[in-house]
């Protein structure tokens, strides 16, 4: 049974950084990629960083890009989203989800955790 269980949301002023982690377990697949995702109140969720499964190919949505990093510990029970230079812009509820086997362009990740929430104060 796959669960992901994020952690590290809170309330943080714009300018500041904020790291949040998602733990990983039942998840095997060597192919597939892991992502993180958000969604803002009254809008649609978005993917904003994704990760292959072994930890490589990094990508990230223009509106986070330079700002925050995705990583994936070498025991890959850990995918983490490093947020620096925080804008309120980026509150929202994020999510981490994973999916086997290969990388989905949309929302259909096969596998999802229950949210965590960030809240950036100007």
């Known amino acids: 049974q796959v669960q992901l269980v994020e952690s590290g949301g809170g309330s943080v002023q714009a300018g500041g950084s904020l790291r949040l982690s998602c733990g990983i377990s039942g998840y095997t697949s060597r192919s597939g990629c892991m992502g993180w995702f958000r969604q803002a109140p009254g809008k649609e969720r978005e993917r904003i960083a994704r990760?292959?499964?072994?930890?490589?190919?990094?990508s990230y949505a223009d509106s986070v890009k330079g700002r925050f990093t995705i990583s994936l510990d070498n025991a890959k029970t850990t995918l983490f989203l490093q947020m620096n230079s925080v804008r309120p812009e980026d509150t929202a509820m994020y999510y981490c989800?994973?999916?086997?086997?290969?990388?989905?362009?949309?929302?259909?990740?096969?596998?999802w955790g229950q949210g965590t929430q960030v809240t950036v104060s100007s």
């Open positions: 990760i292959d499964n072994d930890g490589g190919m990094p």
């Open positions: 989800a994973a999916n086997p086997f290969d990388c989905p362009s949309s929302m259909l990740f096969a596998y």
